[in-house]
């Protein structure tokens, strides 16, 4: 039996940890550009890149089609999409980056990456409990 096959929640959480990890760099690179004029905040929609992740669809994989496209391991050489965020207030130098809307955003992602750990953690010692039986 294989291990996929065996723990099928296993290969969904690894790719929701994938998919936060992306988030978590695209909003720091948000916060980090907040000051930089004509700077477009950019964003993953994470339901909808983890519908597309775990679908049995037969739509193909999303081709790397830039040298800084980044596919993420594990996903057939699907690549995020990145879209980019309505300004919520327009500033006078064209930067969109909200920065009280992307410290929440980076809290609430780290708080779900970090609970996404957790549960691959502890699986994988329930997994290992069992192999050594105790």
Not at 26 to 37: E, F, K, V
Not at 46 to 61: I, K, V
Not at 76 to 92: H, I, N, R, W
Request: overall charge neutral.
């Amino acid at each position: 039996m294989s291990t996929t096959a065996a723990t099928p929640q296993l290969g969904i959480y690894s790719q929701a940890l994938l998919l936060r990890a992306e988030r978590q760099r695209l909003i720091a690179s948000n916060m980090a550009n907040a000051d930089t004029p004509g700077y477009a905040a950019r964003e993953i929609n994470f339901g909808d890149a983890m519908r597309e992740a775990t679908s049995g669809s037969s739509l193909p994989p999303l081709a790397v089609t830039h040298a800084r496209h980044q596919a993420l391991p594990g996903s057939g050489g699907m690549v995020a999409q990145v879209g980019y965020e309505v300004a919520t207030q327009p500033s006078l130098d064209g930067n969109s980056v909200d920065m009280d809307r992307e410290r929440s955003k980076f809290t609430d992602n780290a708080i779900r990456y970090e609970s996404t750990l957790r549960f691959i953690n502890s699986h994988v010692k329930t997994m290992l409990s069992a192999i050594q039986g105790q």
